[in-house]
C-alpha cells in the first residue's frame, strides 16, 4: 500500500538530485543489470541541455525522470540503436539546431507507478517540443512483455494486438494513450534487454503547432478577428450611395482591426428599383450591370482599409447566364470569385439562375478559408470536401426572407461547424425594400458558430447578434484550438470518418 502523499512536484533535474536519481532508477529497471546513468553523465546533460531534463519528486524525493537531446529528425527516424543515438552515451548527438526532442529515458519508481507520474512527464515534454518550436518528440520504446508472445508472434502482431488492446504491454500501451503513433520496429535497438527480445519501437508524437520557419513579420495569426455585417435594406438612390454605406461598415469593422469584413447575399438588391417595372428576371439582370464596378470597388477599400472583404454576393451574367456569385477582396489588392453552387427553387422560377461549378477553398494571410452562399451551407457533402482541404473558417452571407428559412441557414451551418471542426460565420440582409419585386421582406441575425467541445462554448455560439436589427459583430477565433481539437479532442470527427466504407470526392466539372 502506497504511503500517503502529501505533495507532488514537477520541475527541472539538478544535479543535486543524482543519488536519489540513481536510486529510482536502478528499482525502475531491477530486470536490467546496472541500469543507471553515472554521474558524470548527468553533469554532461545538465551542461549541453538543462531544460530538456525532468524529475518529479513525491514528499521531495525523485520518484521519476524524463531525460531529452534534441536531434536532426532524419537521425531520429532512421534505424538506430540506443548507443548510436546517444552517441555512446556521450550525448555528442545533441544538436541545438536540430528540430526533433529525442527521449533518451523517462521511468517511475515502482512504488510510485498507478498515481499517472508518468503522464506528468510526458505532458511536459510535449510543452517543451512546442516552446522550443519542435517538430516532433521521437524515441524508441521497449516492449517488456514482447518475451512471453514470441514463439507465436512476430513484432508487428504483437503491436497490433497491444493496439487493439488485446495484449497490455507497461511501456507501449502507455505511449499510445499518450497519442504516440508507431513509426518503425527495431531490432538490436538496447543489448541485454531480453524482455523485449532487444526490439524497439520507434515512436513519435507531432507537435502541431510547429512552424518550419519563424518570421519576424507577416507571420500567421492564431487569434483571427471576423467583422460581420448585418445590413439594413433601404433605397439607394446609385451605385455611389451604395458605396458610402458599404464604406461605412467596412470603416468601423477595420477600425476595430478585424481582419475580415463580410458582407451579406444581394445586398446590393436596392439597386433593383429603378428597375421595377421590368420581370423580375429582366430586372436582375439589369443589376448584373454593376457587378464589376463593385468588385474593382472592393479591391479599393480592402487595400485603403487593409483588410480582407468577402463581398457578399451579386448577380454575375456571363454567356447568357446569370449566376449568383461575390468576391474575396484581399487587402495584397487581389481578388478571387466564388459563386453559390445550389440554387433554390426560387432563384430559378423568378430568375433563371444557373448554379456555379467549382468547389475551393482559398488562402489567406490567416489560413485558408471557405465561402459559401445561403443555400450551399444546408448541403453537408460541399463543406465536407473544403474541410478535407483543411478550411479552418467558413463564410457563409446569406438572405432569407422568412424565419423558416432563417432557421435552415443557421441549424446547417451550426452543424457544419461541428462536423467539420472549423468556425463558421454566417450575415444576412434585415429590413424590407417594397419597391423592389422578389426582394420584399428579411429576416436574419448574424452569428459566428464554433465545434462543440471543452475549448469552446458549451453551446458552440461563439457570438450573435440582435435578430433584425442593423449592427456589426464582431469576433475573435482561434485557429490553434481547431488544431489542438483534430489531435487530441474529445472526439475526433474528421480522424474517425470510416474512409473504408464511405467517400466523397469532387467531378470535374
Not at 464604406?247 to 475580415?260: K, L, R
Not at 475526433?492 to 467531378?507: A, T, V
Request: proline share 4%; charged share 25%.
Amino acid at each position: 500500500m502506497q504511503k500517503a502523499i502529501n505533495k507532488v512536484e514537477l520541475r527541472n533535474l539538478q544535479i543535486e538530485d543524482y543519488k536519489e536519481l540513481k536510486n529510482s532508477m536502478v528499482e525502475a529497471y531491477s530486470e536490467l543489470k546496472e541500469a543507471y546513468w553515472q554521474e558524470e553523465q548527468i553533469e554532461r546533460l545538465l551542461e549541453i541541455f538543462p531544460e530538456g531534463q525532468l524529475v518529479i519528486l513525491v514528499d521531495d524525493r525523485v520518484v521519476g525522470s524524463a531525460l531529452s537531446l534534441i536531434v536532426d529528425n532524419r537521425k531520429a527516424s532512421a534505424t538506430h540503436t540506443y548507443e548510436k543515438i546517444t552517441g555512446n552515451y556521450t550525448f555528442s548527438t545533441h544538436d541545438p539546431f536540430g528540430d526533433v526532442l529525442y527521449g533518451i529515458d523517462v521511468f517511475i519508481h515502482p512504488d510510485y507507478r498507478g498515481l499517472r507520474l508518468g503522464r506528468r512527464l510526458y505532458d511536459a515534454r510535449k510543452e517543451i517540443c512546442e516552446k522550443l518550436n519542435l517538430q516532433s518528440i521521437i524515441f524508441a520504446g521497449r516492449i517488456p512483455r514482447y518475451a512471453e508472445h514470441a514463439k507465436e508472434m512476430t513484432p508487428k502482431q504483437y503491436i497490433e494486438k497491444v493496439r487493439a488492446k488485446e495484449i497490455h504491454d507497461p511501456v507501449l500501451s502507455f505511449q499510445l494513450s499518450n497519442d504516440f503513433h508507431v513509426i518503425k520496429v527495431m531490432k538490436n535497438y538496447l543489448e541485454g534487454d531480453v524482455s523485449s527480445q532487444e526490439y524497439a519501437v520507434l515512436l513519435e508524437w507531432n507537435n502541431i503547432y510547429y512552424e518550419k520557419h519563424q518570421q519576424l513579420i507577416n507571420t500567421r495569426k492564431s487569434v483571427i478577428r471576423l467583422g460581420l455585417i448585418q445590413w439594413q435594406m433601404r433605397p439607394l438612390n446609385n451605385l455611389e450611395a451604395l458605396f458610402e454605406q458599404a464604406e461605412f461598415f467596412i470603416d468601423a469593422v477595420s477600425g476595430y482591426a478585424s481582419d475580415f469584413a463580410m458582407f451579406p447575399e444581394l445586398f446590393i438588391a436596392p439597386l433593383m428599383a429603378d428597375y421595377n417595372h421590368l420581370s423580375e428576371a429582366d430586372a436582375i439582370r439589369e443589376l448584373a450591370r454593376y457587378t464589376d464596378s463593385i468588385r474593382k470597388k472592393f479591391q479599393e477599400f480592402a487595400i485603403s482599409y487593409n483588410i480582407n472583404i468577402i463581398t457578399g454576393s451579386m448577380p454575375l451574367l456571363e454567356n447568357g447566364n446569370l449566376y449568383n456569385v461575390g468576391f474575396l477582396c484581399k487587402r495584397d489588392g487581389t481578388s478571387e470569385m466564388y459563386s453559390k453552387i445550389h440554387i433554390t427553387p426560387n432563384e430559378v422560377f423568378y430568375w433563371g439562375m444557373k448554379g456555379g461549378s467549382q468547389i475551393k477553398t482559398f488562402d489567406t494571410d490567416c489560413g485558408k478559408i471557405g465561402i459559401m452562399i445561403c443555400y450551399d451551407v444546408e448541403f453537408p457533402e460541399l463543406s465536407r470536401l473544403l474541410a478535407d482541404e483543411g478550411m479552418d473558417i467558413l463564410f457563409v452571407p446569406f438572405l432569407t426572407d422568412t424565419q423558416n428559412g432563417y432557421t435552415r441557414v443557421r441549424n446547417c451551418a451550426q452543424a457544419r461547424a461541428i462536423e467539420n471542426e472549423c468556425y463558421v460565420a454566417i450575415a444576412g440582409c434585415v429590413g424590407n425594400l417594397p419597391k423592389v419585386n422578389n426582394m420584399d421582406i428579411q429576416f436574419a441575425q448574424a452569428a459566428v458558430f464554433t465545434p462543440s467541445d471543452f475549448a469552446f462554448p458549451t453551446n458552440g455560439i461563439k457570438a450573435e447578434a440582435t435578430p433584425n436589427t442593423e449592427m456589426t459583430l464582431i469576433v475573435d477565433v482561434d485557429v490553434d484550438l481547431l488544431k489542438e481539437l483534430h489531435e487530441h479532442g474529445s472526439v475526433r470527427i474528421m480522424k474517425d470518418r470510416r474512409k473504408d466504407l464511405y467517400q466523397i470526392k469532387k467531378l470535374k466539372p
